[in-house]
T-cell receptor, first 114, second 109 residues
Framework: DAGVIQSPRHEVTEMGQEVTLRCKPISGHNSLFWYRQTMMRGLELLIYFNNNVPIDDSGMPEDRFSAKMPNASFSTLKIQPSEPRDSAVYFC????????????FGEGSWLTVV | GENVEQHPSTLSVQEGDSAVIKCTYSDSASNYFPWYKQELGKRPQLIIDIRSNVGEKKDQRIAVTLNKTAKHFSLHITETQPEDSAVYFCAANKDDMRFGAGTRLTVKP
């Protein structure tokens, strides 16, 4: 399996622009997680889905952030409008559904908002 | 939700010494505790995990212990090597996966 696939790997955008990050989970995994990593706040859970349904989005920082999972093999995280403080590495991760299952991370999307 | 505390935030040891990283969690319903290693510029990768029906697990130079009563678990690395230098994260899984703040381990040759 190719693992969790994220795109883009790197993005530099201007403040105010819309940013869309994409994720393809491991085939057969039905839980998907979006994390944000910064030096100051570590690995923050933004939102997670089970069977394509958002379960907990309490970690989404503001209304500028939204996430969707239209099918079992694709998810997006959108920031509109972007701000410099959104600069971070955004990781997507997936696992088999259930409490005792390991999650596997994608390579991350490195976002810089200038 | 679950809250995971991790200590220390940085740890420096001499090659060959042992390193210990400790974590506590808040929700007694959590029952899966993985540890991830993240090298610079890379993704976090699982190195060892423990489930709540087990008190200790070992894999070569790394071991994890779990005390469910006290709600804490620890990572032990013995005979450290320079390639062990990385950031280590603990996590606790109830309905989702919450991570500690990370420990930056430096192993000096």
């Amino acid at each position: 399996d190719a693992g969790v696939i994220q795109s883009p790997r790197h993005e530099v955008t201007e403040m105010g622009q819309e940013v869309t990050l994409r994720c393809k989970p491991i085939s057969g995994h039905n839980s998907l997680f979006w994390y944000r990593q910064t030096m100051m706040r570590g690995l923050e859970l933004l939102i997670y889905f089970n069977n394509n349904v958002p379960i907990d989005d309490s970690g989404m920082p503001e209304d500028r952030f939204s996430a969707k999972m239209p099918n079992a093999s694709f998810s997006t995280l959108k920031i509109q409008p972007s701000e410099p403080r959104d600069s971070a590495v955004y990781f997507c991760a997936s696992s088999e559904f259930g409490q005792l299952n390991t999650i596997y991370f994608g390579e991350g999307s490195w976002l810089t908002v200038v | 939700g679950e809250n995971v505390e991790q200590h220390p935030s940085t740890l420096s040891v001499q090659e060959g010494d042992s390193a210990v990283i400790k974590c506590t969690y808040s929700d007694s319903a959590s029952n899966y505790f993985p540890w991830y290693k993240q090298e610079l510029g890379k993704r976090p990768q699982l190195i060892i995990d423990i489930r709540s029906n087990v008190g200790e697990k070992k894999d070569q130079r790394i071991a994890v212990t779990l005390n469910k009563t006290a709600k804490h678990f620890s990572l032990h690395i013995t005979e450290t090597q320079p390639e062990d230098s990385a950031v280590y994260f603990c996590a606790a899984n109830k309905d989702d996966m919450r991570f500690g703040a990370g420990t930056r381990l430096t192993v000096k040759p």
